[in-house]
């Protein structure tokens, strides 16, 4: 699910694999891994990527279906 969730918000924002492997300072092919499921991703990326994407990691690992990030902490 976090795959094809990755990829998606990604295509929603017409960039390319290589713009996201620039902002997590990784390789393309890395990159392509984590969409393929071939690479786990790792806390810190993952942290990164629902940042990047303004979601939660909740729904990055699809424990919900809510696209919307919790609010911040006061």
Do not use: W
């Amino acid at each position: 699910m976090v795959y094809n969730r990755i990829r998606d918000l990604r295509e929603d924002k017409d960039l390319l694999q290589k713009d996201m492997a620039d902002y997590l300072h990784c390789t393309q092919v890395a990159y392509s891994r984590y969409e393929l499921g071939k690479r786990d991703i790792p806390t810190e990326v993952l942290v990164a990527l629902a940042k990047f994407h303004h979601t939660s990691t909740d729904y990055l690992l699809g424990l919900t279906d809510v696209e919307t990030p919790y609010p911040p902490k006061k």
